[in-house]
T-cell receptor
Framework: EADIYQTPRYLVIGTGKKITLECSQT?????MYWYQQDPGMELHLIHYSYGVNSTEKGDLSSESTVSRIRTEHFPLTLESARPSHTSQYLC?????????????FGPGTRLTVL | GDSVTQMEGPVTLSEEAFLTINCTYTATGYPSLFWYVQYPGEGLQLLLKATKADDKGSNKGFEATYRKETTSFHLEKGSVQVSDSAVYFC?????????FGAGTTVTVRA
């Protein structure tokens, strides 16, 4: 079944740890995105990718980094987690079908840094 | 640049009430317009969409019409249920990304 997956769903970790949030899609999409969602529910684009070996920073500056070595996989890494990184992180993908830039979202990872 | 202005919440209403959430946009070209819904603890789901002017998107009793003359895409439902309690996002599909509104939290009481 075509879908988009994120793991873990919840993560509680201490300050200074390195973490990687996983995102995979089986939709055959070329574009992928990472959003940070604040407690007020507003969404902020932090990274996007048009395809393999393509990554760009989004509208909101983020200390995280991303990579796109395989089409279906778009992991996000924080080298040294801090309490200010506590947030909900949403991954999305889009392809050539549907409306212009119609995106499909994963279930999200809720990160808490103590 | 592209932007979306969405009615602020929160909105609280009783079951079977009429719901409307206003959304207006600014864009160059001919964007697609979307409404996404986010239930508690979940990611966003596409609720409905419209890809050109005068298109009406509909799903699960919700409707929205792409109005180019008023640059609007208001969401409506005639009779809400408790299960419609969620956060609703209006979005505009531009050249390379979606531009989202700030989200409107809707709570429906039994």
């Amino acid at each position: 079944e075509a879908d988009i997956y994120q793991t873990p769903r919840y993560l509680v970790i201490g300050t200074g740890k390195k973490i990687t949030l996983e995102c995979s899609q089986t939709m055959g999409h070329d574009k992928m995105y990472w959003y940070q969602q604040d407690p007020g529910m507003e969404l902020h684009l932090i990274h996007y990718s048009y395809g393999v070996n393509s990554t760009e920073k989004g509208d909101l500056s983020s200390e995280s980094t991303v990579s796109r070595i395989r089409t279906e996989h778009f992991p996000l890494t924080l080298e040294s987690a801090r309490p200010s990184h506590t947030s909900q992180y949403l991954c999305a993908s889009s392809g050539v079908t549907g409306g212009r830039n119609e995106q499909f979202f994963g279930p999200g990872t809720r990160l808490t840094v103590l | 640049g592209d932007s979306v202005t969405q009615m602020e919440g929160p909105v609280t209403l009783s079951e079977e009430a009429f719901l409307t959430i206003n959304c207006t946009y600014t864009a160059t070209g001919y964007p697609s317009l979307f409404w996404y819904v986010q239930y508690p603890g979940e990611g966003l789901q596409l609720l409905l969409k419209a890809t050109k002017a005068d298109d009406k998107g509909s799903n699960k009793g919700f409707e929205a019409t792409y109005r180019k003359e008023t640059t609007s895409f208001h969401l409506e439902k005639g009779s809400v249920q408790v299960s419609d309690s969620a956060v609703y996002f209006c979005a505009l599909g531009g050249d390379y990304k979606l531009s989202f509104g700030a989200g409107t939290t809707v709570t429906v009481r039994a």
